[in-house]
């Protein structure tokens, strides 16, 4: 429909333009002919004033002539308008060009899938809205009338339910009570940190810096400390100091986590403007290359050693003890991943779909971004064919 | 489906506008009589498309559909209506839809009661009108889209900065929208003129009525702006030479060099081309005006349109359509024939010294608003060039003006005889100087320069009652003639002495409410009684109240005089929690003797809180209103002269009759 009335608009926007070629082409106003036409009008209008007795006699005859004599000055001028074929071609081209530019430019710039909402229709949204705040309104009464000033947890709460629905400056006054409370860990205050920094629209102040290094402070491998500590630095200037911190924590990671890909993302905005070297995220997430941290150097070359039985009972073995361990820590994501990929090298195709399919369940509760998600998918992929 | 039908019908304006801005020069070039009429049906389909899109962008804001990005950035479900609608031009993008809505509106205004314009100069003006609409319309969508969307849509919008909430100020904007926009139409005439090479009776007859529209709505928008900062701002001031307030002020004030310059262009065919100068400085100065604003160039109260990069693109606007205009000038202008000829005492040579201060003082008000700019642009030193320089430099500039303003209505057309005014005058003189020095004696105080313009306000609302008095016999026959000859005057005339003293209350109001104000700013405890003016103030504590999408603090403020109990004030500090800024409200109690001003700060101190003390700021102005009431007789006095259709000439008197009758046909 909206491509219906927008043709219609076109249309009607050309059509301004076509129903000239219907009109009269001639009937123009010279500029003597207005000139004279207005000056005529004066005289007239000094005679009515002078019968209305608003000017005098003597005031009439002055004002008369000098009006006579700007129509004598006049009839110099002479234009004898005309239309022509080419006046016709170009506005012929005008109205094709209007509608025709316009679409091609809609078509660029336009959202024509974005269908309006009115507040009035969204009822149901709205409700759901009240609910929420009616909630978050009670749990802020009880802990404000707690007398021993609100548990930990439901500070914490009702900072992150005041940071969904927006409320950024409530939100960071709520961890910052939690921050308060005794047993508050690393995670509190880089959360009240993450806060302040939303509700100053990104700037860093020393607010929300001594919140990061309390943060740090308490947990030196809270990836949130890290990360904002290094926008702190990037903020000050110091954008070299800013991606060396954020690659060494990359580094240091021991396993895929989905914070690796904000620091990537950011450590590659800094390094563009420090002139240092980009990154990606397989540089650091070793599932995206399909390996594990699997057997040292050591391990091969005593395997090496061994007699062709010897390894592959050794290697079994060892798939069996990492089966074993899975079995009691079934929610080991990239232990599952691993086992996969052991019993598809030792061919036992069952079991590796088993372990990837495990791996896969486990996934659904991950980002979609995970690189994980691409790895099992393929490995599946492969074992199937097989 | 709305928002986008609007943005698509913005481009179709925006390329309606382009075969505007060719088609009609080429026209009137080859005296193409359809290329000409071009001009017409494309004013009229803007004004179809571009009236779509606005309503477009008002349906959008009136149902709160937060899909559009501007309504989430500046409304809210629970804002009152009329602050949702006039959200609608509260944002930089909103106000530009408004700004070429108002252009449209103007340019189909020329091609509907332009029928007795010469076709070429009616195609010609339009033309010059769409390079315009092109500019904005292109930046609009460029840089500015007001219908750029979001999905899915935040639950709420973020509020418009609570400032803005406010009759007053949601008049502002289009007021001086249709004053900046109404000069661009005068523009518009003046290139067409150039390019045409010739100003005719009907150019200048055009022109005037144009210039006027747009004087009476910058004059009520500067008025509203400025009532808008005395009770919102809290600060008791109604003018603060704030580089925003003052490039709304330059295009006043050459526009009424311009108001007053076309006069001269309609009635003697004299000033030609110096009218089309300040067409064009006037349209500048608002092109100026609009970039200042818009590009957040300027740090100060008005801090909320803050963008450098689209400042570029009105910067190469501003530069094309200046540079453009001027050399346009330069080259076409000396071709202008000179019309009538006068003595240097005459009405002419009253106006063209009225012309050159009025544009001093421009230039003086342009100096200080840029040279800051100027100077951290070379040096990096910010400084603020404050209203110290501006009284010291602008005030006493002004003085000779209002001085002429009381005489120039005297002196005829092409001579004038001077000494016949002097004597008429010698009654008029002895009475200003008795009741300015009455008035001096009730206040006993001020200063010198205070004193003289006191002395001229004064002078100008005698000589502007004289010269109507003189104009129908007053005392010269018997009342029923001259209840006859005042019914008979032109409203022109009216519309002159209305307007002329409507300065002189200005000047009345300006001086009693900056040298005879009363101020007391305290840190008050409840129960605390301050002494102001007549008035014992008592601070009596603070309640809490809700509107609809705030709450407030609310100061209880006992007013007594003598004794006897005149009014409560309640000054407020509003809290708006989604847009999480907070506003004062002031409590203002008008007479028009003076106003009681009241406004109340936040605590600075938790103790202090905890003892319920307050930061009161009390403010007695005498004569405040009088600022009020003489903008408004400005602005009335210019809509008199505009419904006056009658068609003028100023012819000279006969040298015999000299002196003994009013001047020739208003």
Known sequence: MIWGVMIAMAVAASAFLFVLLLGKSDGSVSPAHATLAILNDQLSEVSRDEKRGLISANEARAASQEIKRRILAQGRYHTVPQSGKFGNIAIVIAALFVPISAATYYNYAGSPDIASVAFADRQEEIEERRRIEDLTRRLAEQLLADPNGGALEGWMLLGQTYARLGRRADAADAYEQASLKEGADSVVYSMLAEALIVAEQGVITPKAERAIDQAILLDPRNPAGTYYKALAFHQNGQGKMAYDMLVERLETADDFAPWMETFVVRANIIAAEVGAEPISLAQFAPMMAGGAPGPTREDVEAVGEMSADEQNEFIRSMVARLADRLAEEPDDLDGWMRLGNAYKVLNEVDQAIDAYEKAQDLLEGTSSQDPRRAAVAQALSELGDQ | ?666
């Open chain 2, 1 to 666: 489906m709305l928002p986008e039908l609007g943005h698509f019908s913005l481009a179709l304006a925006l390329f309606l506008a382009l075969v505007q801005s060719i088609l009609p020069l080429i026209g009137a070039n080859r005296g193409d009589v359809r290329l000409m009429r071009s001009a017409e049906v494309t004013a009229y389909a803007q004004v179809v498309f571009v009236g779509f899109a606005f309503a477009a962008l008002l349906n959008a804001f009136i149902t709160s559909d937060f899909t559009v990005l501007n309504v989430t950035n500046n409304s809210n479900s629970l804002k009152p209506m009329i602050f949702k609608i006039a959200a609608t031009w509260g944002s930089h993008e909103g106000s530009l839809l408004l700004w070429v809505f108002i252009l449209t509106i103007f340019g189909a205004g020329v091609a509907i009661f332009g029928s007795n314009l010469p076709t070429s100069l009616r195609a010609r003006t339009l033309s010059v009108q769409a390079w315009i609409s092109v500019g904005f319309l292109s930046f609009m969508l460029l840089t500015s889209n007001p219908f750029d969307r979001i999905f899915p849509p935040p639950l709420d919008g973020d509020d418009l900065n609570p400032l803005l909430q406010d009759i007053g100020l949601a008049m502002h904007p289009p007021l001086l929208y249709f004053g900046y926009v109404g000069f661009s139409i005068v523009f518009s005439f003046a290139a067409a003129a150039l390019i045409e090479g010739r100003v005719d009776a009907a150019w200048a007859r055009w022109v005037r009525p144009w210039t006027l529209a747009a004087w009476v709505s910058l004059t009520a928008g500067i008025a509203l702006g400025s009532w808008w900062a005395y009770y919102e701002l809290g600060w008791g001031g109604w003018w603060f030479w704030d580089p925003v307030e003052n490039v709304s002020f330059m295009p006043w004030l050459l526009g009424t060099a311009l108001l007053h310059s076309a006069i001269v262009t309609e009635k003697r065919d004299a000033f030609k081309s110096w009218t089309i100068l300040l067409a064009i400085l006037t349209f500048s100065l608002s092109l100026l005006g609009t970039f200042i604003v818009r590009s957040g160039l300027l740090t100060s109260v008005h801090a909320f349109a803050v963008d450098p990069e689209r400042g570029m693109y009105i910067l190469g606007l501003l530069a094309l359509s200046i540079g453009g205009s001027l050399t346009l000038y330069a080259w076409r202008a000396p071709a202008m024939v000179g019309g009538g000829l006068f003595k240097p005492v005459s009405r002419e040579a009253g106006l063209l010294i009225n012309n050159l201060i009025l544009a001093a003082a421009t230039g003086t008000v342009l100096f200080g608003t840029l040279y800051p700019l100027f100077l951290e642009a070379i040096t990096g030193d910010k400084i603020s060039v404050g209203p110290q320089f501006f009284n010291a430099a602008f005030i006493p500039m002004m003085l000779p003006l209002i001085f002429l303003m009381g005489l120039g209505p005297f002196l005829s057309w092409k001579r004038a005889d001077l000494a016949g005014i002097v004597q008429r005058l010698k009654f008029v003189a002895g009475l200003t100087l008795i009741a300015s020095l009455v008035i001096w004696y009730l206040y006993e105080r001020g200063p010198v320069l205070a004193f003289v313009m006191l002395l001229l306000a004064v002078w100008l609302m005698f000589t502007t009652l004289h010269e109507w008095a003189m104009r129908i016999r007053l005392f010269e026959s018997d009342l029923k003639t001259a209840w006859r000859r005042a019914r008979n005057l032109p409203r022109a005339a009216y519309g002159m002495t209305t307007a002329h003293l409507g300065v002189a209350l200005l000047m009345l109001g300006m001086i009693g409410s900056t040298v005879w104000k009363d101020e007391v700013i305290k840190f008050a405890e409840p129960g605390t009684t301050l002494e102001i003016g007549d008035f014992d103030v008592t601070f009596e504590g603070t309640d809490r109240v809700r509107g609809p999408n705030y709450f407030s603090e609310r100061g209880i403020l006992r007013v007594e005089m003598d004794g006897e109990y005149v009014t409560t004030l309640y000054p407020e500090r509003r809290t708006y929690p989604v847009a999480q800024s907070t506003t004062t409200e002031s409590a203002i109690r008008s007479t028009p003797a003076g106003d009681l001003y009241a406004s109340i700060s936040a605590p600075s101190l938790e103790s202090a809180e905890a003892a319920g003390a307050w930061t009161l700021r009390i403010l007695y102005e005498p004569l405040v209103i009088l600022i009020w009431i003489g903008s408004f007789m400005l602005c009335f006095g210019g809509l008199l002269s505009l419904s006056d259709r009658r068609l003028r000439v100023g012819a000279p008197k006969k040298s015999k009759t000299l002196g003994s009758q009013a001047q020739a046909a208003e």
